[in-house]
């Protein structure tokens, strides 16, 4: 159980162009969702955090222009990267959260992940 | 602040136990996590210690938490190959924001 997934897992594009990166929570509901950045040999930071029906919630620093995120159902969360450019290659990762009164401790489960690299 | 600290490499020879440790400064934690990242992919949450726990077992994983001085440790029992991985470490909050350690690189010695 517990199973969250990214798609795509990796993507190339050019600068300028703008790319969606889907993540879905296959067998529960999330009612949290939440976006990082990881950049090579270093830990995760969070970018923002993703209610479904709400806004996004942004870390400082992070541009919400940039970064649009959309949370429309309990399993699928978006991160739109727009008019990226080469300092925005990275990892992306998605977690998920479940409601705590149901999971072990709120615990976040982790997509796979999504390497983009802008051109 | 929160912050999250861990030795960066840790190399073990196959068949003895790894020891990884985390030190945080931030008291307030609810819950304690430890996730495992192999090249190339998300994370895998290993195990999880409720704050007011002192031990937790599961299986090969034995995890230590001393609140008093602010430190998490990750034994694995009988390391095999297949647990070579960056290991973190993470706090979790009310505000259900997880602040993750900078990550240790087990490196497994045939």
């Known amino acids: 159980g517990a199973v969250v997934s990214q798609h795509p897992s990796w993507v190339i594009c050019k600068s300028g162009t703008s790319v969606k990166i889907e993540c879905r929570s296959l067998d529960f509901q999330a009612t949290t969702m939440f976006w990082y950045r990881q950049f090579p040999k270093q830990s995760l930071m969070l970018m923002a955090t993703?209610?479904?029906?709400?806004?996004?919630?942004?870390e400082q620093g992070v541009e919400k222009d940039k970064f649009l995120i959309n949370h429309a159902s309990l399993t699928l969360s978006t991160l739109t990267v727009t008019s990226a450019h080469p300092e925005d290659s990275s990892f992306y990762i998605c977690?998920?959260?479940?409601?705590?009164?149901?999971?072990?401790?709120?615990?976040?489960?982790f997509g796979p992940g999504t390497r983009l690299l802008v051109l | 602040g929160e912050d999250v600290e861990q030795s960066l490499f840790l190399s073990v020879r196959e068949g003895d136990s790894s020891v990884i440790n985390c030190t945080y400064t931030?008291?307030?934690?609810?819950?304690l996590y430890w996730y495992k990242q192999e090249p190339g992919a998300g994370l895998q949450l290993l195990t999880y210690i409720f704050s007011n726990m002192d031990m937790k077992q599961d299986q090969r994983l034995t995890v230590l938490l001393n609140k008093k001085d602010k430190h998490l440790s990750l034994r694995i029992a009988d390391t095999q190959t297949g647990d070579s991985a960056i290991y973190f470490c993470?706090?979790?909050?009310?505000?259900?924001?997880?602040?993750f350690g900078t990550g240790t690189r087990l490196t497994i010695i045939p």
């Open positions: 993470a706090e979790g909050f009310g505000n259900e924001k997880l602040t």
């Open positions: 977690s998920a959260r479940e409601d705590p009164l149901r999971s072990a401790a709120g615990a976040q489960y």
């Open positions: 931030d008291s307030s934690s609810t819950y």
């Open positions: 993703s209610n479904e029906g709400s806004k996004a919630t942004y």
